[in-house]
């Protein structure tokens, strides 16, 4: 089925100036990206983002790495978007991460690991409403 789902281009690949190189990846699998901005997360933000998150170790790190400069978020769109741009992240963990995956190609370590991607289309309605208006979304 078309779907959707949120991505996230993290900081340690937005200060590399890879944002091309990963909306290439994505569009070379054929994801479509039907809304992008960058912005600058708030902790407060970043935070609730990653909420259910809150009490594994990591949180507090995650969380500071995420603000440490601007994101990009966006829209993908596309035949099974969701298990689609999962498998074109690669593994969480790039040591586990496939040859061609975004996370392979370019993630530095399992914090710094350049994409988020939702896990479910549940998550994706409700991680793309965090981010975007239903009008900012042009198909
Ligand atoms: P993401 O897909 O955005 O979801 C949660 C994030 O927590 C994950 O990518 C990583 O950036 C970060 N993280 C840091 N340490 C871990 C860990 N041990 N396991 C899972 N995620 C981690």
Redesign the pocket.
Known sequence: ALERTLS?I?PDATKRNLTGKINAVFEGAGLRIVAQKRIQLTEKQAGAF?EV?KE???YG??VS?MIAEPVVVQVLQGENAVAKNREV?GA??PADAAEGTVRKLFAES????S???S?SLENAKNEISFFFAETEILP
């Not at 399992?110 to 690991?113: G, K, T, V």
């Open positions: 996230i993290k990653y998150h594994r170790p990591f790190s995650l790495s992240m969480t963990n399992i914090e710094a690991n994409v988020h991607g896990d």
